[in-house]
T-cell receptor
Framework: DTAVSQTPKYLVTQMGNDKSIKCEQNLGHDTMYWYKQDSKKFLKIMFSYNNKELIINETVPNRFSPKSPDKAHLNLHINSLELGDSAVYFC??????????FGSGTRLTVV | AQSVTQLGSHVSVSEGALVLLRCNYSSSVPPYLFWYVQYPNQGLQLLLKYTSAATLVKGINGFEAEFKKSETSFHLTKPSAHMSDAAEYFCAVSKPTGNQFYFGTGTSLTVIP
Protein backbone atom coordinates (compact mmCIF):
# COMPACT_ATOMS: atom_id res chain seq x y z
CA ASP A 1 0.00 0.00 0.00
CA THR A 2 1.86 3.06 -1.30
CA ALA A 3 2.21 5.81 1.29
CA VAL A 4 2.60 8.74 -1.13
CA SER A 5 1.33 8.10 -4.62
CA GLN A 6 1.64 10.36 -7.62
CA THR A 7 -0.04 10.07 -10.97
CA PRO A 8 0.89 9.94 -13.72
CA LYS A 9 4.40 8.52 -13.52
CA TYR A 10 5.25 9.84 -16.98
CA LEU A 11 3.72 12.77 -18.81
CA VAL A 12 4.67 13.89 -22.31
CA THR A 13 2.88 16.92 -23.65
CA GLN A 14 3.23 19.76 -26.09
CA MET A 15 4.17 23.33 -25.31
CA GLY A 16 1.21 25.48 -24.43
CA ASN A 17 -0.88 22.68 -22.99
CA ASP A 18 -2.31 22.59 -19.48
CA LYS A 19 -1.68 19.52 -17.34
CA SER A 20 -2.18 18.29 -13.80
CA ILE A 21 -0.26 15.95 -11.54
CA LYS A 22 -2.07 14.35 -8.65
CA CYS A 23 -0.70 13.35 -5.28
CA GLU A 24 -2.31 11.45 -2.44
CA GLN A 25 -0.94 10.30 0.90
CA ASN A 26 -2.52 7.72 3.19
CA LEU A 27 -0.29 8.37 6.19
CA GLY A 28 -2.47 10.93 7.92
CA HIS A 29 0.30 13.52 7.63
CA ASP A 30 -0.56 17.19 8.05
CA THR A 31 1.89 18.67 5.56
CA MET A 32 2.41 18.06 1.85
CA TYR A 33 4.97 19.41 -0.59
CA TRP A 34 5.88 19.67 -4.24
CA TYR A 35 9.50 19.60 -5.36
CA LYS A 36 11.00 20.05 -8.81
CA GLN A 37 14.14 18.15 -9.82
CA ASP A 38 15.81 19.60 -12.88
CA SER A 39 18.25 18.02 -15.30
CA LYS A 40 21.16 18.85 -12.96
CA LYS A 41 19.41 16.88 -10.21
CA PHE A 42 18.74 19.97 -8.09
CA LEU A 43 15.72 19.40 -5.84
CA LYS A 44 13.92 22.65 -5.26
CA ILE A 45 10.90 23.07 -3.05
CA MET A 46 7.98 24.68 -4.83
CA PHE A 47 5.06 24.59 -2.41
CA SER A 48 4.18 23.38 1.04
CA TYR A 49 0.68 22.97 2.45
CA ASN A 50 -0.28 22.31 6.04
CA ASN A 51 -3.85 21.16 6.61
CA LYS A 52 -4.86 22.63 3.25
CA GLU A 53 -3.24 26.00 4.04
CA LEU A 54 -0.41 27.27 1.84
CA ILE A 55 2.76 27.55 3.96
CA ILE A 56 5.58 27.85 1.45
CA ASN A 57 5.30 29.39 -1.98
CA GLU A 58 8.77 29.69 -3.43
CA THR A 59 9.55 31.75 -6.49
CA VAL A 60 7.55 29.72 -8.95
CA PRO A 61 5.84 31.06 -12.07
CA ASN A 62 2.16 31.66 -11.46
CA ARG A 63 1.46 29.17 -14.24
CA PHE A 64 1.93 26.61 -11.45
CA SER A 65 -1.06 26.38 -9.15
CA PRO A 66 -1.27 23.89 -6.31
CA LYS A 67 -4.62 22.76 -5.02
CA SER A 68 -5.27 20.91 -1.78
CA PRO A 69 -8.90 19.75 -1.53
CA ASP A 70 -8.13 18.01 1.77
CA LYS A 71 -5.03 17.27 3.76
CA ALA A 72 -4.50 13.92 2.05
CA HIS A 73 -4.29 15.41 -1.44
CA LEU A 74 -2.09 18.03 -3.08
CA ASN A 75 -2.43 18.41 -6.82
CA LEU A 76 -0.29 20.51 -9.11
CA HIS A 77 -1.79 22.20 -12.12
CA ILE A 78 0.46 23.74 -14.75
CA ASN A 79 -0.86 26.14 -17.39
CA SER A 80 0.75 26.99 -20.71
CA LEU A 81 3.55 24.48 -20.40
CA GLU A 82 7.02 25.55 -21.50
CA LEU A 83 10.09 23.55 -22.49
CA GLY A 84 11.78 24.61 -19.25
CA ASP A 85 9.08 22.92 -17.23
CA SER A 86 10.48 19.55 -18.24
CA ALA A 87 11.66 17.94 -15.02
CA VAL A 88 10.82 15.31 -12.45
CA TYR A 89 8.26 16.49 -9.93
CA PHE A 90 8.17 14.88 -6.49
CA CYS A 91 5.34 15.03 -4.03
CA UNK A 92 6.05 14.52 -0.33
CA UNK A 93 4.28 14.51 2.99
CA UNK A 94 5.46 15.01 6.53
CA UNK A 95 4.35 14.82 10.10
CA UNK A 96 6.32 17.01 12.46
CA UNK A 97 9.92 17.71 11.57
CA UNK A 98 11.37 14.22 11.42
CA UNK A 99 9.10 12.05 9.32
CA UNK A 100 9.05 12.64 5.61
CA UNK A 101 7.78 10.42 2.82
CA PHE A 102 8.28 10.97 -0.89
CA GLY A 103 6.37 9.84 -3.92
CA SER A 104 8.15 8.08 -6.75
CA GLY A 105 8.09 11.13 -9.00
CA THR A 106 6.41 12.28 -12.18
CA ARG A 107 8.66 12.75 -15.18
CA LEU A 108 7.24 15.61 -17.23
CA THR A 109 8.54 16.11 -20.75
CA VAL A 110 7.41 19.12 -22.72
CA VAL A 111 8.00 18.90 -26.46
CA ALA B 1 16.67 30.35 7.43
CA GLN B 2 17.65 26.72 7.10
CA SER B 3 20.08 25.60 4.44
CA VAL B 4 22.57 22.88 3.69
CA THR B 5 25.69 23.01 1.56
CA GLN B 6 27.15 19.94 -0.05
CA LEU B 7 30.81 20.34 -0.96
CA GLY B 8 31.72 18.56 -4.14
CA SER B 9 29.07 17.96 -6.76
CA HIS B 10 30.99 14.91 -7.99
CA VAL B 11 33.00 12.46 -5.93
CA SER B 12 34.86 9.43 -7.29
CA VAL B 13 36.22 6.64 -5.15
CA SER B 14 37.71 3.26 -5.89
CA GLU B 15 35.79 0.16 -4.97
CA GLY B 16 36.69 -0.73 -1.39
CA ALA B 17 37.82 2.79 -0.50
CA LEU B 18 36.32 5.08 2.09
CA VAL B 19 33.33 7.14 1.01
CA LEU B 20 33.09 10.66 2.47
CA LEU B 21 30.36 13.00 1.33
CA ARG B 22 30.31 16.41 2.96
CA CYS B 23 27.36 18.38 4.23
CA ASN B 24 27.36 21.59 6.25
CA TYR B 25 24.30 23.30 7.57
CA SER B 26 23.41 26.79 8.60
CA SER B 27 20.63 27.25 11.06
CA SER B 28 19.69 29.57 13.87
CA VAL B 29 18.53 26.59 15.91
CA PRO B 30 19.79 23.00 15.90
CA PRO B 31 18.11 21.43 12.89
CA TYR B 32 17.15 17.93 12.00
CA LEU B 33 19.34 16.51 9.24
CA PHE B 34 18.88 13.78 6.70
CA TRP B 35 20.71 11.94 3.96
CA TYR B 36 18.86 10.55 0.97
CA VAL B 37 20.09 8.46 -1.92
CA GLN B 38 18.70 8.49 -5.45
CA TYR B 39 19.66 5.69 -7.80
CA PRO B 40 19.42 6.39 -11.55
CA ASN B 41 15.86 6.96 -12.70
CA GLN B 42 14.47 6.20 -9.26
CA GLY B 43 12.94 8.10 -6.39
CA LEU B 44 14.45 9.20 -3.08
CA GLN B 45 15.35 6.71 -0.39
CA LEU B 46 16.14 7.70 3.18
CA LEU B 47 19.61 6.58 4.27
CA LEU B 48 19.59 8.02 7.78
CA LYS B 49 18.49 10.96 9.86
CA TYR B 50 19.62 12.94 12.88
CA THR B 51 16.86 14.02 15.24
CA SER B 52 18.84 15.21 18.27
CA ALA B 53 19.38 11.83 19.87
CA ALA B 54 22.75 10.17 19.30
CA THR B 55 25.17 12.30 17.28
CA LEU B 56 26.50 9.27 15.40
CA VAL B 57 23.72 7.92 13.25
CA LYS B 58 23.84 4.58 11.48
CA GLY B 59 21.80 4.05 8.38
CA ILE B 60 21.12 1.49 5.74
CA ASN B 61 23.67 -0.11 3.42
CA GLY B 62 26.55 0.47 5.85
CA PHE B 63 26.37 4.27 5.78
CA GLU B 64 26.69 6.46 8.85
CA ALA B 65 26.88 10.16 9.60
CA GLU B 66 28.02 12.21 12.56
CA PHE B 67 26.38 15.41 13.69
CA LYS B 68 29.05 17.89 14.78
CA LYS B 69 27.55 21.05 16.16
CA SER B 70 30.92 22.79 16.53
CA GLU B 71 31.61 22.29 12.84
CA THR B 72 27.96 22.61 11.70
CA SER B 73 28.52 19.43 9.74
CA PHE B 74 26.76 16.17 9.02
CA HIS B 75 29.12 14.27 6.75
CA LEU B 76 28.16 10.89 5.34
CA THR B 77 30.66 8.04 5.41
CA LYS B 78 30.98 4.41 4.47
CA PRO B 79 34.16 2.43 5.19
CA SER B 80 34.24 0.48 1.94
CA ALA B 81 32.56 1.52 -1.30
CA HIS B 82 30.64 -0.96 -3.41
CA MET B 83 29.82 -0.57 -7.07
CA SER B 84 26.16 -0.51 -6.07
CA ASP B 85 26.73 2.71 -4.09
CA ALA B 86 27.02 4.74 -7.30
CA ALA B 87 24.15 7.20 -7.07
CA GLU B 88 23.18 10.77 -6.27
CA TYR B 89 23.25 11.68 -2.57
CA PHE B 90 21.32 14.52 -1.00
CA CYS B 91 21.72 16.11 2.38
CA ALA B 92 18.56 17.75 3.70
CA VAL B 93 17.49 19.85 6.65
CA SER B 94 14.20 20.42 8.37
CA LYS B 95 13.11 23.10 10.77
CA PRO B 96 12.33 21.67 14.22
CA THR B 97 8.91 23.32 14.14
CA GLY B 98 8.09 21.33 11.01
CA ASN B 99 6.57 22.18 7.64
CA GLN B 100 9.87 23.04 5.96
CA PHE B 101 12.29 20.62 4.35
CA TYR B 102 15.18 21.72 2.12
CA PHE B 103 17.67 19.73 0.09
CA GLY B 104 21.30 20.40 -0.68
CA THR B 105 22.45 20.48 -4.28
CA GLY B 106 23.44 16.84 -4.30
CA THR B 107 26.66 14.89 -4.76
CA SER B 108 27.07 12.36 -7.51
CA LEU B 109 29.11 9.39 -6.31
CA THR B 110 31.02 7.33 -8.86
CA VAL B 111 32.66 4.07 -7.80
CA ILE B 112 35.62 2.98 -9.89
CA PRO B 113 36.25 -0.76 -10.22
Amino acid sequence: DTAVSQTPKYLVTQMGNDKSIKCEQNLGHDTMYWYKQDSKKFLKIMFSYNNKELIINETVPNRFSPKSPDKAHLNLHINSLELGDSAVYFCASSQGATTFNFGSGTRLTVV
Amino acid sequence: AQSVTQLGSHVSVSEGALVLLRCNYSSSVPPYLFWYVQYPNQGLQLLLKYTSAATLVKGINGFEAEFKKSETSFHLTKPSAHMSDAAEYFCAVSKPTGNQFYFGTGTSLTVIP
